[in-house]
């Protein structure tokens, strides 16, 4: 069975750290584009970083950039979302979703993404 769990959320203080994992099970998440979305209570799905299959480059969007970072462990079958310096705005819940249709990221476009975790939520609040 093909599935995508995401962990690691919670709350933290402004200025604090989480890592999220998302664990992949019934395929090899090394050969998808795997990309991190989030969706703040009453705003739309947006992409936020991304992790190519071809050659793991990567990609931010400009609210993250600096301050996330996404990196592959293909040995445990797992993508990360290292998230630093946190604020109150980063609060959503994180959804990864893993594509095989291209061999770069590209856009972030939810329907170019074949499978989809459930989401973890991330609140930053004092």
């Known amino acids: 069975q093909v599935q995508l769990v995401e962990s690691g959320g919670g709350l933290v203080q402004p200025g604090g750290s989480l890592r999220l994992s998302c664990a992949a099970s019934?395929?090899?998440?090394?050969?998808?584009?795997v990309a991190w979305f989030r969706q703040a209570p009453g705003k739309e799905r947006e992409g936020i970083s991304c992790?190519?299959?071809?050659?793991?480059?990567?990609d931010y969007a400009d609210s993250v950039k600096g301050r996330f970072s996404i990196s592959r462990d293909s040995a445990k079958n797992t993508v990360y979302l290292q998230m630093n310096n946190l604020k109150p705005e980063d609060t959503a819940v994180y959804f990864c979703?893993?594509?095989?249709?291209?061999?770069?990221?590209?856009?972030?476009?939810?329907?170019?993404?074949?499978?989809w975790g459930q989401g973890t939520q991330v609140a930053v609040s004092s």
């Open positions: 979703a893993a594509s095989a249709g291209e061999n770069y990221c590209s856009g972030y476009i939810p329907h170019e993404y074949d499978y």
């Open positions: 992790v190519s299959r071809s050659d793991s480059s990567t």
């Open positions: 019934g395929f090899t998440l090394d050969y998808y584009n």
